[in-house]
C-alpha cells in the first residue's frame, strides 16, 4: 500500500508513517504478544522507533531495529548502505522541486497571486 507523505511524496515502507502536525515521518514497529487467555488472545504492542525528516531515513531506522533483534531479516527496505542513500537523494531532491513550486509570486503591488 502506498502512503502519501509531505508535498504529496509517495512511499510504501512498513513501519514509516507520516505526521501532519508536527511535519515528520515516524518509525514504529509492531509485535504481537501473547494475552492472559491463549490460543486466541493477542495483544498488540508498539514500539517507537523515532521521529525522521525523510521517509527513507525513518525506513533506515526500522530496518536496524529489525537487524537489531533479529527479526524479519528478509522484510528490510534496503538491501544495502547504497540503496538507502540513492532513496534518500530521490527523496530529497522531489522536496527540492516542489519548494521551488510552491513559492509565491507577486504583483506589482507586492500582493501573492
Same mark, same amino acid.
Given at each position: ?25 515516524? /518509525? ?20 517507537h522507533l ?8 525513518? /525506513? ?18 534496503f538491501a544495502? %548502505? ?6 534518500? %537523494? %530521490? %527523496? ?22
Amino acid at each position: 500500500m502506498r502512503k502519501t507523505g509531505r508535498d504529496g511524496f509517495r512511499y510504501s515502507y512498513i513501519g514509516v508513517s507520516y505526521t501532519l502536525r508536527a511535519d515528520k515521518y515516524t /518509525a514504529h514497529y509492531y509485535y504481537r504478544k501473547l494475552g492472559p487467555k491463549p490460543p486466541t488472545s493477542f495483544k498488540t504492542k508498539r514500539i517507537h522507533l523515532g521521529c525522521f525528516d525523510y521517509a527513507a531515513n525513518a /525506513a533506515k531506522a526500522y530496518d536496524e531495529y529489525l537487524i537489531e533483534i533479529g527479526d524479519h531479516i528478509t522484510l528490510l527496505h534496503f538491501a544495502n %548502505e547504497s540503496e538507502y542513500l540513492h532513496a534518500l %537523494e %530521490e %527523496e530529497k531532491n522531489i522536496y527540492q522541486k516542489n519548494s521551488k513550486a510552491k513559492q509565491p509570486t507577486y504583483n506589482s503591488y507586492g500582493k501573492s497571486l
